[in-house]
């Protein structure tokens, strides 16, 4: 299942995936995600499409907030 919400999202990395939603993950997805000249950043938009994408980070800075 593809999340389409936060809460969503957040079961998915946290209790399905089991990562840890701390700065040092948060900062690392966070500049990946935002760097258009990075190969995987590239397949992530094209397999799950531009507002996904827009989605995750914005899901990834919302995290962040959470967990300053």
Same mark, same amino acid.
């Given at each position: 299942m593809i999340p389409s919400t936060y809460d969503e999202w957040y079961?998915? =990395?946290v209790d399905e995936c089991k990562i840890e939603l701390n700065q040092n993950? =948060?900062?690392e997805r966070l500049s990946i995600l935002t760097n258009d000249t990075? !190969? !995987?950043t590239r397949i992530f938009r094209k397999k799950y499409g531009d507002k996904?994408?827009?989605d995750v980070i914005g899901w990834f800075n919302r995290?962040?907030?959470e967990n300053a």
């Amino acid at each position: 299942m593809i999340p389409s919400t936060y809460d969503e999202w957040y079961v998915c =990395i946290v209790d399905e995936c089991k990562i840890e939603l701390n700065q040092n993950y =948060i900062n690392e997805r966070l500049s990946i995600l935002t760097n258009d000249t990075l !190969e !995987e950043t590239r397949i992530f938009r094209k397999k799950y499409g531009d507002k996904h994408w827009r989605d995750v980070i914005g899901w990834f800075n919302r995290a962040k907030q959470e967990n300053a």
